[in-house]
């Protein structure tokens, strides 16, 4: 069974910065997609920011030029590096990976940007 674990949530003044980590174990195989999705208190989950094979990388537009999604394959391993956040960024950050057709999600990192 595939678990990821978040790590690097708190709490940081608008425009500051904070970088969240997720590491998946449970797998030997080297997990094509991960990426970031966030809930809002009374808002639905949304995508942050993914990474697929190649590269590829998709922004939601909200962080399009604030954040920045890497990671490290031979790790299972995906960052979120957050610069200038706003309090509208506040919000429980969950990890999400794709493997072998299944859907896996971490158990969410907070993160609450104060104005």
């Known amino acids: 069974q595939v678990q990821l674990v978040e790590s690097g949530g708190g709490l940081v003044q608008a425009g500051g910065s904070l970088r969240l980590s997720c590491t998946a174990s449970?797998?030997?195989?080297?997990?094509?997609?991960m990426g970031w999705y966030r809930q809002a208190p009374g808002k639905e989950r949304e995508l942050v920011a993914t990474i697929a094979p190649g590269a590829n990388i998709n922004y939601a537009d909200s962080v399009k030029g604030r954040f920045t999604v890497s990671r490290e394959l031979r790790r299972n391993t995906v960052h979120l590096q957050m610069n200038s956040l706003k309090p509208e960024d506040t919000a429980v950050y969950y990890c999400?990976?794709?493997?072998?057709?299944?859907?896996?999600w971490g158990q969410g990192t907070q993160v609450t940007v104060s104005s």
């Open positions: 449970g797998t030997r195989i080297s997990i094509d997609y």
């Open positions: 999400n990976a794709h493997l072998l057709q299944r859907t896996f």
